[in-house]
């Protein structure tokens, strides 16, 4: 009876704690996918280059991410000393503090930047009492009972994220920018596809390097005579007092230097004046500069392969005038069109982009190229009577009503 008693009190216990443990696992907030994932659902314009100098950082983060990821799954403190080494082998290029800082600067939350010391290395130069720099990724991810790893998925979002920082960056000096231009440019970040076509991308100003922590409790000298002083037992008398005129000379005020400035100041720039042109006439030719190359920031990148096509189509519409004379037949086959066009223009290279500007010139010029399918094969017909710079001319006030509808 007794052993009966002890057997039901054990199996009360279990019961007991696998309750407990299916109410903790309860209380845990589910987070769907498409919260996790939102950052990767963004999309980038492929207009939007970053400068030179955002990508050599980009690839400098990539690269520190991912020996942070490798050293803190192995549960190992990463040191800058570590980081340092192994990042300046991965890209073949120096990697500084400043960098580590202008990392900071952009992504915050990267990473946790401490100064701690009793880590061992395997350095003659650094002691393990020493304080070093150590770097921990900073991580979102739900807290559970195992240990937390950064895996390749969570690697994925931190660079498109910090990607995403490096665009906004871009993005407030291209609107700095705008906003100088004569007549300014207004535009939401969210509407813009590619910059402005005088926007200096590679000439943007660095990113401002974030503040480290320093160990604690260093003394810093300031002057000549902070070094003497610190080191007035290593020297002689004689070189004590050598040095100590040097600093002494250094630490004199220099002698103050009047410069006489001319009052007459250069007159002020007027605004570059065309002869003959009235202003007005000026303004409202930037006007309308001002806004095509607005439209085309904002245009997408669907439009922008359209009105490229419709540009080549005039070149086209010659070669084909000319393949239709020499034939001198009313209808061809589209393959033998395709074919022999493709080596007339260079600016069509295969056959697949030449058939599709084919079809897109008969589609805008109904009554000039006309498409038909006798069987299997198709023909295009063409209308010799009619000019060729009217068509020509027709061509090119499609494209710009294109230019200007399009979105």
């Not at 000439?203 to 610190?230: H, M, R, W, Y």
Request: proline fraction near 5%; glycine fraction near 2%; hydrophobic fraction near 35%.
């Amino acid at each position: 009876m007794r052993e009966l008693k002890k057997q039901e009190k054990k199996s009360k216990k279990v019961d007991e704690n696998k309750n407990e443990i299916k109410e903790k696992k309860e209380v845990k907030k589910r987070v769907f996918a498409h919260e996790r994932f939102h950052s990767l659902a963004q999309e980038i314009p492929s207009g939007l280059s970053l400068p030179f100098k955002y990508k050599i950082l980009q690839e400098m983060f990539q690269s520190a991410d991912t020996v942070v990821s490798m050293l803190f799954n192995r549960q190992q403190t990463t040191t800058w000393l570590k980081l340092h080494k192994a990042v300046k082998d991965m890209i073949k290029r120096k990697f500084e503090l400043n960098d580590l800082g202008r990392i900071k600067h952009v992504y915050p939350d990267a990473y946790t930047f401490r100064q701690e010391r009793g880590i061992p290395t395997y350095d003659d130069r650094i002691k393990s009492t020493d304080y070093q720099l150590t770097i921990e990724p900073i991580l979102t991810e739900e807290a559970s009972d195992e240990p937390r790893k950064l895996n390749s998925g969570m690697l994925v979002r931190r660079r498109h994220n910090f990607h995403l920082q490096l665009l906004s960056l871009v993005k407030f000096h291209h609107k700095e920018f705008l906003a100088s231009l004569e007549p300014p440019v207004v535009v939401d970040d969210a509407e813009i596809r590619r910059w402005h076509p005088q926007f200096p991308v590679d000439q943007v100003p660095d990113i401002t390097v974030g503040e480290l922590p320093t160990p604690p409790n260093l003394e810093k000298c300031s002057s000549a005579k902070d070094v003497l002083e610190k080191t007035k037992d290593r020297l002689t008398k004689k070189a004590f007092e050598a040095l100590k005129k040097v600093a002494e000379k250094c630490s004199t005020p220099e002698k103050s230097v009047t410069v006489e400035t001319n009052n007459n100041q250069s007159p002020t720039k007027k605004p570059v004046s065309v002869k003959g042109v009235s202003q007005s006439l000026l303004a409202k030719i930037r006007e309308k500069e001002a806004s095509s190359k607005l439209r085309k920031m904002v245009r997408s990148d669907e439009s922008e392969k359209k009105i490229e096509k419709m540009k080549q189509l005039p070149d086209v519409a010659r070669a084909l005038r000319m393949l239709f004379v020499t034939e001198k037949k009313a209808s061809l086959p589209l393959e033998l069109i395709v074919a022999r066009l493709a080596k007339c223009c260079p600016s069509v290279a295969t056959p697949v982009l030449m058939e599709e500007h084919v079809r897109l010139l008969s589609e805008h010029m109904t009554s000039w190229a006309i498409m038909m399918s006798l069987g299997k094969k198709e023909y295009l017909k063409l209308d010799k009577n009619r000019d060729i710079s009217d068509v020509i001319k027709e061509l090119q006030c499609k494209v710009k009503e294109l230019e200007n509808c399009a979105k």
